[in-house]
């Protein structure tokens, strides 16, 4: 990975706190639900990784991908769990669909460099798993508040967040902070490169 870039935690509440600590770098997104460079009409979840630091413009930005993404519907609302070895670190074509803040190219050194903090940061071995359990859904028509409780890291924490429905499809995207989920952001050279400890977590899922 080029230079060094941040990790990621989910924090208060937010859907799928996934994923993450991240390992390298970020700066300053642009929220967009999954759609380009992702599977037409199936489910996708994905999470933006941004960097900090006073050295933030040496590292880059991050996007990963639950590539073993699982969906199940139980009466209350889809459960949705991604395995986080599993994850696609910085998918060119995903990439290319984030706009500026996603351009710098990303080699395969580098994605490495980004999987090895992440898998790290995360404790991935003792803890593999990310699980968003739909607990209850306010509303009706388009736009519904959700319940979600989230499992990362060995813990467990509750977060609403707001879904666009249509049809048997929902969409929606909620910001995570790590340390809410006792990860700490990754760091380097005394912190003048980091990872932010917000993310943004996206995701779509299709009802069968």
């Not at 999954?34 to 999470?47: F, I, K, M, T, Y």
């Amino acid at each position: 990975m080029s230079v060094p870039t941040p990790s990621m935690s989910p924090g208060r509440r937010g859907l799928l706190a996934l994923a993450l600590a991240l390992l390298a770098g970020c700066a300053n997104p642009p929220p967009a639900p999954p759609s380009a460079a992702e599977p037409a009409g199936g489910n996708a979840l994905r999470v933006l990784v941004f960097r900090g630091g006073s050295a933030a413009r040496l590292g880059h930005n991050h996007v990963l991908r639950a590539g073993d993404l699982r969906v199940d519907w139980p009466a209350a609302g889809p459960v949705l769990s991604f395995r986080l070895d599993a994850l696609d670190i910085d998918p060119p074509a995903l990439r290319a669909g984030l706009g500026p803040a996603f351009a710098s190219a990303v080699d395969d050194e580098a994605r490495a460099g980004t999987r090895a903090n992440l898998l790290k940061a995360l404790d991935a071995a003792a803890h593999p798993e990310v699980v968003a359990r739909t607990l209850q859904q306010l509303g009706e028509g388009p736009r519904r508040a959700v319940e979600a409780e989230i499992a990362l890291h060995g813990s467990v924490r509750r977060q609403w967040f707001v879904v666009e429905v249509e049809g048997r499809r929902a969409r929606g995207e909620v910001v995570i902070r790590q340390s809410d989920f006792g990860i700490q952001p990754f760091t380097v050279l005394g912190g003048l490169l980091a990872v932010q400890d917000e993310l943004v977590v996206q995701f779509e899922v299709r009802q069968p």
